[in-house]
């Protein structure tokens, strides 16, 4: 009998986890070393104490409460018993209760074996472990799209240069022939002032058709960036001006021009501004056939100007508005897809840059943002 | 100019050239064309040519080394060149060996019929000075050479004496009555961009207000006496400067 309490003593006091032996009365029977030390309670204050009233009362836990006073009478024996609990002494703890109730047969009495396993420490580390995962999670997808934007600018570059190449080698070749087809028709002309209806106009054909394939070879040539940009300093409301003279609009789209009185004197290539200025004036009166209004402001900004065309037009949607300024990208049924690349491209070349606003069914609203600042190259 | 205009077209590409002579043949200039750059030339050498438009672009002499041939020549030739190539290093020397202007292909034919016509126009000098020795010598000169000269001694109401272009106006800087600088003032409210030539035998004298006519858009000074090629070299700046502003060449000062 000595033998085997002193064997199950040991057995106890060997386990270097938290353990308590209760009598049916939840008082303490024994608790082994690592009880006290992990909860720092004192031993002499414990044997033959009611676990509640353990070290002032800390043990007064509703959860142990639950498992000793409801779960164990009817089930023997429960595992894994989760259990929160700030102590006064040694702070917020999280526990696993594993119960076994014993019987014994000597005196006909039941015991409980209680062992408590503080597990705040792992329960901390597998935060952490989550935390860490799901940033990492996010890191890896934060990389994973740069690596897929770099990629794409990758591919566009690639697009631009090998497309520059072509365009330089072709457009110019072009010019040639054509050159020599506009002089032949202007001959034509000049000498047959008289020719029949019919003949003029198909020499008007001609011509219109030469100076068609030459602006093509001019977009070309200008998405090759084949002239640098030749800055100087200029009035944007000249070049809005020069624009709408260029481009009268259809009887059915109002134009509006809003520009700042003070504006600064922009530093850019007059001409590929121009240009720039051109193309969204056509955009913007390409996507309204049915009329509209097309609002152009110009306002000072830090050394900046923002001049914005915005239109009551069909608008882009999101999947278009990723490709908007690539080469070789339309959505009109008549058009190379350069507009807006060689938009970007120059408007870059001048120091500037462009963005775009837009809402499907709406309309959009373009905004070239051009430098004051005059820099010496 | 009462003799017909003289026009040399060089291109490597025939049918470039003889669509162009054709052109300038119907429109009753003197045209010729020339298929390299050593054909051109030979004909400069030949003849009397008043304006050579050349294709840059070419074997073995391209139109600028053309263009520095030609000047041991005739300098003061003006010389046009055409490229279908817009980003050419050529186009950059040819304007900085001082070339008129680059025009690209296809060209604008209406645009090289009016600089022709701009070509043609007899060129006018007004020469304000009141000594009367002055005006004489310097105008029988010019007078030999082709110019129509005014000679104005008295410069009251000079202003509205001048047509609205074409001219060139040579001003002396001191007056009895008036100054240079007040007489420059009034052209320029009236005729912001004629060309006026300042001279003046009183450098140190005159030398705030030659700068203050130079910040009213003087085109240069000359200190008399000057010697006449240096005279002449700036007119022909000038006559060249207004023919490349013609066929659309920003202004560049090249003193």
Redesign the interface.
Known sequence: MQEAREYAESIVETVRQPLLVLDADLRVISANRCFYQTFKVRPEETSGQLLYDLSNRQWDIPKLRELLEEIIPENAAFDDYEMEHEFETIGRRIMHLNARRIYRETNETQMILLAIEDVSERKRAEEKLKDHSERLEEMVKERTKELRDAQEQLVRKEKLAVLGQLAGGVGHELRNPLGVISNSVYYLKMIHPDADKKILDYLETISSEVNRSTEIVSDLLNFSRTKPAAKERIEVSELIVQVLKRHSPSEKVEVTTQVASDLPLVFVDARQIGQVLDNLVTNAYQVMPEGGKLAIKAKAEEDKVLVSFMDTGCGISQENMRKLFEPLFTTKARGMGLGLAVSKNLVEASGGSIEVESEEGKGSTFTVILPTKVVQE | MSEKLRILIVDD?R??AN??L??FK??GYLAEAAYSGAEALEKVEEGHFHSVLTDLKMPEMNGVDLYRAIKEIQPELPVVFMT????DDLIKEGLEEGALAVL????E?DLLLSFLAALSKERSIVIVDDDPQFCKTLGDILRARGFAVTEVTYPAGLANKLGPDGQVVVLDMKFNSTSGLAILKEIREQYPQVPVILVTGYREEMAQAIEAALKVKAYACLYKPFQIEEFLQVLTEIHHRELGKVLGQFTRKRR
Do not use: E, F, N
Request: aromatic share 6%.
């Open positions: 590409d049918r470039m669509t162009l054709d052109i119907v429109k279908a190539y817009s980003a690209t292909k296809p060209l034919i």
